[in-house]
């Protein structure tokens, strides 16, 4: 059973879930934007405006200033009408800074997500998970080493298989955006697992 000791940062898994990801985008070629991904119907551009606009629904959330019209299970953000992955990229680090600044703040680690339906440490290894597994959809996508960091990937399915994760994953596959589990082999390490859990192909 994990302690309060053992238990993950939040904080510092969604800092190393943003710089994993972003180190992934910022090498994603332009020629790139259009290629196809393991998200259904989503291509490398709209993977990325989906977890920028994540990152600006957890900022606005920590800052008590929710935007409209991005996040959620679409492929939005503020940014979407940008072309140049270069500068999605760049957002990408801006939005993540920003999220990271308003968990830092006095206070809010003890407050609940609107709608109270996740608690702010719940929030953002949820997001953690979110973007790690877009990133992992990310380097699959344009030819990128898939390794992933390994206390983010343990924890990110922790998150995903438990109870309040399991609520949004099940929503997904409900709502057609997660695809049903894949089975993986016994043994199988924690990356394979997350991501087959999240119906993805290892």
């Not at 979407?80 to 006095?106: C, H, I, K, N």
Request: proline residues 5%; contains cysteine; hydrophobic residues 45%.
């Amino acid at each position: 059973m994990s302690t309060e000791s053992s238990a993950p940062d939040p904080i510092a898994i969604f800092e190393k879930a943003a710089v994993a990801v972003h180190e992934i985008m910022a090498c994603i070629r332009q020629d790139q934007s259009d290629a196809a991904t393991p998200c259904a119907e989503w291509n490398v551009r709209d993977v990325m405006n989906h977890v920028i606009g994540g990152a600006e629904v957890l900022a606005g959330s920590l800052e008590g200033n929710m935007p409209e019209g991005v996040g959620g299970v679409s492929p939005v953000s503020s940014y979407s009408g940008e072309m140049d992955v270069a500068r999605l990229a760049q957002a990408y680090a801006d939005e993540t800074a920003r999220s990271l600044a308003g968990a830092r703040q006095p206070g809010a680690m003890s407050a609940t997500t609107p709608g109270g339906m996740m608690t702010v440490p719940q929030f953002l290894i949820a997001m953690a998970a979110d973007h790690i597994v877009h990133g992992w959809d990310l380097a699959r996508a344009t030819g990128q080493d898939e390794a992933l960091d390994a206390e983010v990937v343990e924890a990110a399915y922790a998150m995903m298989t438990s109870a309040e994760g399991s609520m949004f994953v099940d929503m997904g596959r409900q709502m057609g955006f997660v695809g049903p589990a894949i089975a993986v082999p016994d043994g199988a390490n924690v990356q394979d697992k997350l991501v087959a859990h999240m119906g993805r192909q290892p």
